[in-house]
């Protein structure tokens, strides 16, 4: 099996700076995209930030500029360095990531989220 753990959330002020981490364990083959996303109370999940195996990257608007997400291939690691927060970050933090797994000598893609992580931004 493959776990995806995070870590780094927090209580920080506005215009703060949390960095968050997503290390992957397991039977992992490969790894493709690795990806951020957030639920605040009361809203649907939305991706927040996603990194290609070879370090393509997107982001939601409303964090453009602000944050910015990296990984480190060797570690199996992704991370999202968050910088000037504001009270509207205020969510759940999720790790997702696209795994490849060889069953029956076959690489199958397979979805795994972490247990998320929690940053408050206060006013």
């Known amino acids: 099996q493959v776990q995806l753990v995070e870590s780094g959330g927090g209580l920080v002020q506005a215009g703060g700076s949390l960095r968050l981490s997503c290390a992957a364990s397991g039977t992992i083959f490969s790894i493709n995209a690795m990806d951020w996303y957030r639920q605040a109370p009361g809203k649907q999940r939305e991706l927040v930030a996603a990194?290609?195996?070879?370090?393509?990257?997107k982001y939601a608007d409303s964090v453009k500029g602000r944050f910015t997400i990296s990984r480190d291939n060797a570690k199996n690691t992704a991370y999202l360095q968050m910088n000037s927060l504001q009270p509207e970050d205020t969510a759940d933090y999720y790790c997702?990531?696209?795994?490849?797994?060889?069953?029956?000598?076959?690489?199958?893609?397979?979805?795994?989220w972490g247990q998320g992580t929690q940053v408050t931004v206060s006013s």
């Open positions: 997702h990531a696209v795994v490849g797994r060889v069953v029956y000598g076959i690489e199958r893609s397979f979805s795994y």
């Open positions: 990194i290609t195996t070879g370090g393509s990257t």
